[in-house]
C-alpha cells in the first residue's frame, strides 16, 4: 500500500475525531463500565478495612462495618475537598480572569476546529439519516 495513503489516514485529527466520536455514541457503556470497576475497587477496599478491623482492634461484625462505614465517609470528604481545592488553585493560576479563560478557549478552538468539526459533521448527517 502507499505510504502516503496510510500516512493521510493515520492523522491526528482524523484519530481524534474517531475517538470523539466513538465516545459520543458509546459514553454509556464506558461510563458504565468506569463506574462497575470503581465500585469493585471499593468493595474490596472496603472488604479489606473490615478484616483488618475485625482481626486488629478484635470488633465485632456490625461494630466493624460501622467503623468501616465513617473510614469510607471520612475518606470522601477528604478527598472531594482536596481535589475541590487543587482544581480551584490551578484554574486559578492558569487563567486569573473569566476573560482569559474565554481567550484560550476559542485559541484552543481555532487551532483545532477541524478535530471539532469532523465528529459534529458526522453527529449531522447522521442525525439527519435517522
Known amino acids: 500500500m502507499d505510504q502516503k495513503l496510510i500516512k493521510s489516514w493515520v492523522s491526528p485529527p482524523l484519530i481524534l475525531s474517531a475517538l470523539v466520536l466513538v465516545l459520543w455514541f458509546s459514553w454509556r457503556a464506558i461510563l458504565g463500565f468506569i463506574l462497575h470497576a470503581l465500585l469493585i475497587v ?39 475537598a482536596y481535589s475541590y481545592s487543587h482544581a480551584r488553585q490551578y484554574l486559578f493560576a ?23 468539526a469532523l465528529p459534529l459533521l458526522v453527529l449531522l448527517i447522521t442525525a439527519s439519516i435517522f
Do not use: C, P
Open 94 to 116: 492558569k487563567f486569573q480572569t473569566w476573560d482569559k479563560f474565554v481567550f484560550v478557549l476559542k485559541g484552543w478552538a481555532r487551532e483545532h476546529w477541524l478535530t471539532l
Open 42 to 80: 471499593a468493595e474490596v477496599l472496603e472488604l479489606a478495612i473490615d478484616h483488618l478491623l475485625e482481626n486488629v482492634l478484635h470488633l465485632e461484625g456490625h461494630s466493624a462495618q460501622m467503623y468501616t462505614a465513617w473510614i469510607g465517609v471520612g475518606a470522601f470528604i477528604s478527598l472531594t
